[in-house]
């Protein structure tokens, strides 16, 4: 008979200041905006920012080298959705966006590996407010920062994961994120440039850099720390 998993081990792990968001209502009127409103047949309020189609339109928006990659949190849910830590039952997986919306997600939740139906998915998120929109909901949002966040799952240990922090073998922030867990958040970004803003900075416990080369991948970054921890819990 195959033991349970140990709950007291079930780590937290934050996609934090995520560059995913709807069209900013400064942008509308742009062409490449109205083009590809028009093209897919819904209002810009209702569809995600992205660099890809909206690069011309987002150089008059602030932050903008920080904002407009949903590709990012897409990639990186997949990688920890399909985890073995989260098959066992031992993730607990959050979307933090730069705009202050917390996603939540139920651990069951198989996201469509099609970037476009990603794409779809989470603008039907953010107009009916979760998915689906009837019954027991896979994912939902609600307007939240994230120390509120933090607050609300019982995290009280929160490791930061950023380039200008201590240097740390992944090993060792995977050990002392189990030491702390379940209380323990792992917090990385999900934005393409810049760095995390002050406000999140406060919130950690520990920063660490875990990579003193070039910056890794989001995704990169998720599916090394899940496949340690799991190596760690004999899961893997």
Known sequence: MTAKPDTRHRLKLILAEAALETVPREIWGHPAVYKHARRRGKPPASMLLDRS????????????????????????????????????????V??????????????????PRNYNRFVGLIEQLF????????????????????????????ATYVILLAEDGERR??????EEAL????????VVGAFPHSDFSEETR????????????????TWTVV???????ADMLNII
């Open 127 to 154: 107009d009916e407010g979760q998915v689906p929109p009837e019954g027991k909901p896979l994912l939902w949002i609600r307007p939240m920062t994230l120390q509120r966040l933090l607050q609300e799952i019982g």
């Open 179 to 186: 030491q702390h867990a379940p209380a323990t958040a792992v």
């Open 202 to 217: 406060r919130l950690a416990t520990r920063a660490y850099s875990i990579y003193r080369g070039e910056p890794l991948e």
């Open 94 to 111: 959050y979307v933090h966006t730069l705009n202050d919306y917390v996603i939540f997600i139920d651990p069951s939740t198989r996201l």
């Open 53 to 92: 189609i909206h690069h011309q339109a987002m150089k008059r928006l602030p932050g903008a080298e920080k904002r407009g990659r949903p590709d990012i949190v897409h990639i990186t849910l997949l990688e920890a959705l399909g985890s073995p830590l989260n098959k066992e039952g031992l993730l607990e």
């Open 169 to 174: 073998r992944l090993r060792d922030v995977a």
């Open 223 to 229: 599916s090394h720390l899940l496949a340690v921890t």
